[in-house]
């Protein structure tokens, strides 16, 4: 896949990224929706597949998950021009200080804010009113990478899975990782 990008288009990969960095309550993985959107299906900087790789090895590396985001920049430098490497590590660079800064900076400034006044009521109740969001954008992020691998509702054993494994999560004390371990020996069985 080639793509040819001009001074603006990296203006507007940085802006997007600048956006969505506000936008992801949760983490970044909340924001992957409106990425494969924009990336994906508007822009054609990717493809479907490289959009769901870079999630998927970002997630099985070890470290902080935000990695995803510099996978997608070094693609879409890679899938621009004939000289590979100085826009792929342009495309990281500009994607990560865009998901990076000003999530950082408001994250900052509100945590010392919200820590001297964590007595206030409507502290608490931002803090009560975010789970749901979190929630909904996580699931969304679920859909979309659970959609690109083709029909969502052929593969309904796991999707039952994920429904009772999040209903134990929420009603019992079991230890999250003998849920993970559970779904290994399921998975490595291939009963899912």
Known sequence: MTVTMTLGD???LLGHFLSLSLLSIGGVITAAPDM??????QR????DAQFTSSIALAQAAPGPNVLFIALMGWNIGMNA?????????????LAMIGILVPSTTLTFVAARWGHQNRELRAVRAFK??????VIALLIATGWILA???GSTWNNWPLWLLTGVTALLVWRTRIHMLWLLAAGGVLGWFGWI
């Open 128 to 133: 009560q009113g975010m789970a749901p969001i």
């Open 147 to 149: 959609s690109s691998q």
């Open 10 to 12: 990296w203006l507007a």
């Open 81 to 93: 021009g004939s000289n590979h490497w100085p826009y792929a590590a342009l495309g990281m660079l």
């Open 36 to 41: 494969h959107r924009y990336l994906v299906e």
């Open 44 to 47: 054609h900087w990717l493809s």
